[in-house]
């Protein structure tokens, strides 16, 4: 079954790099997957974190677009809950007038960061101004057109394509309704009961399958792929009033639970789903799950922090694709 392949990327700062050479590192990665055939490259936005960059996926996406060429670009995603919806959908109307038809609008629902940058983001932010539903709808509106007696301006003749993401059925129903798509976050969930009921949801309502982001990588050989991603963990501190959240570490769930103000909660750690191996390894997982699951794209988040790792993975899997579409 054929699919298309786009990727996400962190900005990941490996060991004795700064924050300025992992954003130089992302957009190399952009440069690749523009010349090499990836149909989207996306930004994610994480705050406060000393291993990401990634704090603004607005600005990176207006610096890659300038500097790549077919490829389409955005937001995975914008944390809404932090911002005003009128000057995001002013933001991405600029840049889908500068780049026409290339510019996607990926929305998240987590906070992205430890609970001191979360603090500091709504500082100025009632609780009813944190609202995601009715931000959602209001974003929608005015990328359509005037709303609350305001327009936006410039008024793109494209607007960006917009997206939902999230790991639920709730996320799934909520995107379809809006009229957006939907990515899946595989690369974060990795439960195919819970995927398969997500995929569902949204294309009962929508008609079609959502996107599906996992987490990938490619190496020349397997024992290389098993030494870059065989210690990843997800550690989640689940706190006694139910809230939980997913980090790379005992170190960073306990410095987020210090910083949430509670030492009442506990830790879950579990190994993440990372589909990997060699580049043929990766592509045999996805056409599996592409026959099982309909899908017809998906969104690769590649786990490994170090800029040459990172490029060669993207050069082998797309360069597998086409020699397995020759």
Do not use: C, M
């Given at each position: 079954m054929a699919y298309r392949l786009s990727l996400l990327d962190k900005s990941h700062i490996a060991p004795g790099v700064s924050g300025a050479e992992a954003l130089a590192a992302t957009v190399a990665a952009a440069r690749r997957a523009d010349e090499l055939g990836y149909h989207r490259f996306w930004l994610a936005e994480h705050h406060g974190s000393a291993t990401l960059a990634s704090a603004a996926p607005e600005i990176m996406v207006a610096h890659i677009l300038a500097q790549t060429r077919r490829i389409r670009v955005g937001s995975g995603g914008v944390l809404l809950q932090h911002y005003a919806p009128y000057k995001v959908a002013e933001a991405f109307s600029v840049l889908a007038a500068l780049a026409p038809g290339r510019v996607d609008l990926g929305v998240g629902k987590s906070p992205g960061g430890?609970?001191?940058?979360?603090?500091?983001?709504?500082?100025?932010?009632?609780?009813?101004?944190?609202?995601?539903?009715?931000?959602?709808?209001?974003?929608?509106?005015?990328?359509?057109?005037?709303?609350?007696?305001?327009?936006?301006?410039?008024?793109?003749?494209?607007?960006?394509?917009?997206?939902?993401?999230?790991?639920?059925?709730?996320?799934?129903?909520?995107?379809?309704?809006?009229?957006?798509?939907?990515?899946?976050?595989?690369?974060?969930?990795?439960?195919?009961?819970?995927?398969?009921?997500?995929?569902?949801?949204?294309?009962?309502?929508?008609?079609?399958?959502?996107?599906?982001?996992?987490?990938?990588?490619?190496?020349?050989?397997?024992?290389?792929?098993?030494?870059?991603?065989?210690?990843?963990?997800?550690?989640?501190?689940?706190?006694?009033?139910?809230?939980?959240?997913?980090?790379?570490?005992?170190?960073?769930a306990h410095e987020y639970a210090r910083q949430y103000g509670s030492e009442d909660y506990r830790l879950e750690t579990r190994t993440p789903t990372v589909l990997s191996g060699t580049a043929a390894d990766v592509h045999g997982a996805l056409e599996a799950l592409a026959a099982d699951l309909g899908v017809t794209e998906f969104i690769i988040d590649q786990p490994v922090a170090d800029r040459t790792a990172r490029l060669a993975s993207i050069d082998l899997i797309a360069k597998w694709a086409r020699r397995a579409a020759a």
């Open positions: 430890l609970p001191s940058a979360t603090r500091a983001l709504q500082a100025e932010l009632t609780p009813a101004a944190r609202e995601l539903g009715r931000k959602l709808t209001d974003l929608e509106a005015w990328l359509n057109g005037p709303h609350r007696e305001a327009d936006i301006q410039p008024r793109p003749a494209l607007l960006p394509e917009r997206f939902l993401l999230g790991s639920s059925t709730d996320s799934a129903e909520q995107a379809a309704r809006l009229g957006w798509g939907f990515v899946h976050a595989g690369h974060q969930d990795g439960d195919p009961a819970t995927t398969r009921a997500a995929l569902d949801a949204y294309e009962a309502i929508a008609g079609h399958r959502p996107v599906l982001a996992l987490t990938s990588f490619a190496a020349p050989t397997r024992a290389e792929a098993e030494d870059r991603v065989g210690a990843l963990r997800i550690v989640r501190p689940v706190f006694a009033d139910g809230h939980s959240v997913n980090l790379p570490s005992e170190e960073a």
